[in-house]
């Protein structure tokens, strides 16, 4: 759906140049939703915009669709971006505009349907976002989260087949946000939209990316499924990401403690089974847990624990832990 | 008019101040209304112009800004005898209502569309940013984005606007434009009838007041932030 081959995007700033994006390959497929997460400065921004040509790459291609964005003219872009929904940060609604004139402005500006048709379409696409009473009010009067449904309802009126979404979520309460990301999960399934959305936060990443991408300095340090990245990061700036949401479990790294440290890590069913008290058992194997947490990664249920294990055969129960489906990790201490 | 009314104000001509007013409301409306009608424009190219903007252009922004600094750093007085020639080509006559309206505007607009240009600054590039992303056509951004999110400053500077053409107005009067602040200088300062300086100042005070007062309602009717 999304392909980027070898991006460069240097900015000339002043005196000096500033390369935002130093050759970023990246694809992403039609219905997915693709997460890119990294610092502030890492680029992100700069990597979204390339999609719908809101920046120029310095070097490289972006292929939308099967289309060459570089070889668009002037009015071939504007067709391309209107196939591309976008939502913003600061929401960026049109503070002059109504409500329901902010949804109908890009129906407005493609000047395809009747004025009654957009009006209708509008409400409808209000109704979806579950904000059809505020149609009339002005953006200064709602609240961020309503303001960014306002966004998405805005996005979606051109019935585009991608959607991106700039930090959408990064100015708005941890309950605010977990409706947004819920409402994006439900378009992705009802609508088979493809979402690239950009953030520095790994809940956001967790709780609604198929995939991800890891940028650091203009690069990407690490890809590939949610669930692999986040239980196994490789990457030391993916790691450091988990460990800011809070969602590390390493209570253990610098703990005191004899034996051997492992940290186990449940996927799906395997999370909820019995499964240490009877190897322990078995084994004769004593444990104490350092740290440890059971969440969701989009619906897959998943547990990670840190263990020290003393006495009876260590060996043999991290072998029968492998052999139930859990991952098994020694940390060296 | 009661007898203490006339005796204080005994060299008030009211047909002659009825005259200058109607004189001063028409230089400013034909002044500002041409104002707008020139600056607006200029205030936008300014704007679009200007680095970083929608139709970046270095040189073109380059020469509007010189051209509109240099109407601005001539002062009105001089910019009045200046344009006389170009007066008469343009209205036939450098004299009376018609003959201040030039370089009124000439004055005025430059003033304007530096304001217009700082009112469009002042809007959120994000708006400008998502209505590209919408894919729309740098008319369809001006038009239907810029210019509604910029009307209550471009409003806020079309009454900065007017009220400085007041003033110019009554500079008008030296080319023989009549209007109220030539009454003012005329009679109230050259022959020492205080009393019609007191009522012609009185009254411009009034219609800078009034034209405050319809500004701030409008830019406050147009706001939603
Ligand atoms: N228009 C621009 N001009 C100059 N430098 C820019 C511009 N946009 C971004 N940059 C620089 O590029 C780098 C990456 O920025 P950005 O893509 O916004 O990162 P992120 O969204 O991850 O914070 C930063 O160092 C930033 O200062
Ligand atoms: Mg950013």
């Known amino acids: 759906m999304i392909e980027l081959s070898d991006i460069h995007k240097t900015y000339r700033a002043g005196s000096g140049e500033v390369a935002a994006l130093r050759g970023i390959d990246l694809r992403v497929a039609a219905g997915e939703v693709f997460g890119v997460i990294g610092q502030s400065g890492a680029g992100k921004s700069s990597l979204i915009r390339m999609i719908n040509l809101l920046e120029r790459p310095t070097a490289g ?25 976008m939502i913003f940060q600061h929401f960026n609604l049109l503070s002059s505009k109504t409500v329901v004139e902010n949804v109908a402005f ?22 979806r976002v579950d904000l059809a009473d505020q149609a009339d009010k002005y953006p200064a009067q709602l609240s961020g989260g309503q303001k960014q449904r306002v966004g998405v309802a805005r996005a979606l009126a051109c019935e585009p087949k991608i959607l991106l979404c700039d930090e959408a979520t990064s100015a708005l309460d941890p309950e605010t946000t977990r409706q947004v990301l819920r409402l994006l999960r439900e378009l992705n399934g009802e609508l088979g939209l493809t979402i690239v959305l950009i953030t520095h936060e790994m809940d956001v990443i967790r709780r609604v990316c198929d995939r991800v991408a890891v940028l650091e300095a203009g690069r990407v340090v690490e890809q590939g499924v949610v669930a692999d990245v986040f239980l196994s990061p490789r990457h030391a700036t993916t790691r450091r990401l988990i460990e800011e949401g809070g969602d590390a479990d390493d209570a253990g790294a610098g703990g005191p403690g004899a034996g051997r440290t492992v940290r186990l890590t449940y996927r799906g069913e395997t999370t909820y089974a019995p499964l240490l008290g009877r190897i322990a058992r078995e084994t004769g194997v004593d444990y104490s847990i350092l740290g440890g947490r059971v969440a969701h990664i989009r619906d897959l249920p998943y547990g990670q624990l840190t263990l020290a294990l003393v006495g009876g055969d260590v060996d043999a129960a991290l072998a029968q832990f492998a052999a139930a489906g859990v991952a098994v990790e020694e940390i060296d201490r | 008019m009661s007898a203490a009314g006339s005796a204080l104000f005994a060299n008030v001509d009211w047909a002659e101040i009825g005259r200058a007013g109607v004189d001063t409301l028409a230089m400013l409306g034909g002044s500002l209304v041409l104002t707008v009608a020139v600056g607006l424009p200029l205030g936008v190219l300014l704007f679009l112009t200007g680095r970083g903007q929608l139709l970046a252009q270095p040189l073109a922004h380059g020469l509007l800004s010189v051209l509109v600094n240099v109407l601005r750093s001539v002062p009105f007085i001089i910019l009045l005898i200046v344009m006389i020639p170009v007066t008469v080509v343009l209205v036939g006559t450098s004299l009376g209502v018609p003959g201040a309206i030039p370089p009124l505007v000439v004055g005025a607009a430059p003033f304007f569309a530096r304001l217009v240009e700082s009112a469009l600054r002042e809007v959120d590039r994000g708006v400008i940013e998502a209505a590209q992303a919408m894919g729309a056509s740098p008319r369809q951004i001006v038009f239907d984005a810029l210019l ?39 009679f109230g300062y050259q022959r020492f009838q205080t009393d019609v300086m007191v009522v012609t100042v009185a ?15 409008a830019v406050a009717h147009f706001s939603r932030r």
């Not at chain 1, 291609?61 to 929904?85: E, H, N, P, Q, Y």
């Not at chain 1, 890009?106 to 109704?127: C, F, K, S, V, Y």
């Not at chain 2, 009254?203 to 309602?217: A, E, H, K, S, Y």
């Open chain 1, 106 to 127: 890009p129906l407005q500006l493609e000047g395809r349907l009747a004025r009654e048709d957009i009006r209708a379409r509008a409400l409808a696409l209000l109704d």
């Open chain 1, 61 to 85: 291609r972006v292929t939308v669709d099967g289309v060459d964005a570089a070889s668009l003219d002037a009015a071939g872009l504007r067709g391309l971006r209107r196939r591309i929904g």
């Open chain 2, 148 to 186: 509604p999110e910029a009307t209550p400053g471009i409003l806020a500077a079309a009454t900065v606007t007017a009220i400085a053409l007041v003033s110019y107005t009554a500079m008008a009067g030296v080319v023989g434009a009549g209007g109220l602040g030539d009454l003012a200088v005329r």
């Open chain 2, 203 to 217: 009254l411009l005070l009034v219609l800078v007041q009034v034209l405050q007062m319809i500004g701030d309602r």
